[in-house]
């Protein structure tokens, strides 16, 4: 095997954690995506990594966005997470198949989820096929406990846009 080959197949077989980022822009537009690569990166100050495909439609939304927010998935989630991560934006309002509410920063914040945060962009990184978002999370809330939606749950998902 090649080592990309090998790569790749050692890698999908680790179940990251999934999660829905959304964006909105002053001009109203808004968008969200299923995100499998995410990380905090620091505790001091605090700050989240969020890579987005470049082939995703949310891409061009969070790039002129000046904040995200970041929902943290339970395996309940799977019918929430299949919506944004098998649709695009280009074709539909995944909004309005969802319960939502406009939160901090007239972000838009999903309802479902039991656990979220929000926070200004402070830095972004081209990482390849994917930016590379760090937010500084300043708002949120947690609902409860949670067992969180693994990519082994989603990685028959048929991506709204090929990654």
Same mark, same amino acid.
């Given at each position: 095997m090649t080592e990309p080959t090998v790569f790749h197949e050692a890698v999908s077989a680790i179940s990251y954690p999934m999660v829905i980022v959304t964006a909105r822009v002053p001009d109203?537009?808004?968008?969200g995506c299923l995100v499998g690569f995410h990380t905090q990166c620091s505790i001091e100050p605090a700050r989240? =990594?969020?890579?987005?495909?470049?082939?995703?439609?949310t891409h061009g939304v969070a790039l002129a966005a000046s904040h =995200?927010? %970041?929902h943290l998935l339970d395996e309940a989630d799977e019918e929430l997470a299949t919506l944004f991560g098998e649709q695009t934006g280009d074709e539909i309002d995944k909004f309005a198949r969802c319960a939502w509410e406009e939160g901090p920063f007239g972000l838009p914040v999903l309802e479902q989820p039991r656990a979220w945060f929000?926070? +200004? %962009? &402070?830095?972004r990184v081209d990482v390849g096929d994917h930016t590379a978002f760090v937010i500084e999370p300043v708002d !949120?809330? %947690?609902g409860g406990p949670f067992t969180q939606l693994g990519f082994q749950q989603v990685r028959?998902?048929? +991506? !709204? &846009? +090929?990654a």
């Open positions: 109203g537009e808004r968008s989240y =990594l969020l890579c987005i495909s470049r082939a995703n439609h =995200l927010a %970041v929000a926070g +200004p %962009v &402070h830095t !949120g809330a %947690v028959d998902m048929q +991506p !709204g &846009h +090929p």
